[in-house]
């Protein structure tokens, strides 16, 4: 059965850090583009990182540009997202999601999707 299962979301102080991680099962990440996005309550979802199939390529817009990272380790079938200096409008749930082909900022070319892990940015 194909799976992504997100992990790591918590609550944390504004210039606080965490890491999610997003376990794959049911098929191998190796081929595939990932992305991680996030929504807010009320607003679109959002992409915040993503990576090429190799590993070779990446995105971020440039709300989070120089505080996230999105990796992948294709040999544990997980990927990563390191979240530094968080800010309040952090605050979403965060979802990975993977993809054939080349990676995408279209949240409507993924075609696997998790649950989601609830990001919380608060003193």
């Known amino acids: 059965q194909l799976q992504l299962v997100e992990s790591g979301g918590d609550l944390v102080q504004p210039g606080g850090s965490l890491r999610l991680s997003c376990a794959i099962s049911g098929f191998l990440l190796d081929p595939y583009a990932i992305g991680w996005f996030r929504q807010a309550p009320g607003k679109e979802h959002e992409l915040v990182a993503t990576i090429t199939a190799s590993g070779g390529h990446t995105y971020y817009p440039d709300s989070v540009k120089g505080r996230f990272t999105i990796s992948r380790d294709n040999v544990k079938n997980t990927m990563y997202l390191q979240m530094n200096t968080l800010k309040a409008e952090d605050t979403a749930v965060y979802y990975c999601?993977?993809?054939?082909?080349?990676?995408?900022?279209?949240?409507?070319?993924?075609?696997?999707w998790g649950r989601g892990t609830q990001v919380t940015v608060s003193l």
């Open positions: 999601a993977a993809k054939r082909g080349a990676y995408s900022d279209l949240r409507i070319s993924y075609e696997y």
